[in-house]
């Protein structure tokens, strides 16, 4: 079995890690933890070259930190655990990712690091659960 993980360095993030490292557990799952970078402000128009590299080297910067904290969580899980970062939507790289790379099952918090992650669904786990073809869990 192939469990997808979501992260954004997140409470909920982190409590959907821990519900998939002890499902994935009893069953031997494969688990990859995956971190959308999806750039909130349009950085497309800014004008400022350097404030542009600056700001996409710390936004990738701050995506390693949260997959190598992740990866840590990880360390004792005894099957294959893998993470990436995509750049792109939040709610299609979770889809696609899913669907092309045959995940059984997605695992993911109910709120996100966000700005809107005060909603009763977060909008990225509400959208996923609604669009996606693979088997959504849900942590709050």
């Known amino acids: ?77 005894n099957g294959k655990v893998t993470a990436t970062n995509i750049r792109g939507d939040t709610t299609e790289t979770i889809i696609k990712t899913a669907e092309t790379e045959d995940y059984d099952l997605v695992i993911m918090g109910s709120r996100g690091a966000g700005v809107f992650s005060r909603a009763l669904l977060g909008s990225v786990s509400n959208k996923v659960l609604h669009h996606i073809k693979t088997s959504v869990m849900i942590i709050k």
């Open 1 to 77: 079995m192939k469990i997808l993980v979501p992260i954004d360095g997140s409470k909920y993030s982190k409590k959907a890690m821990a519900k998939a490292k002890e499902f994935g557990s009893e069953i031997k799952a494969e688990i990859k933890l995956l971190h959308v970078v999806n750039p909130e402000i349009s950085i497309r128009n800014m004008h400022n070259r350097d404030f542009y590299e600056e700001i996409n080297r710390s936004t990738m910067q701050h995506s390693k930190e949260i997959l190598d904290e992740a990866l840590d969580f990880f360390s004792d899980y």
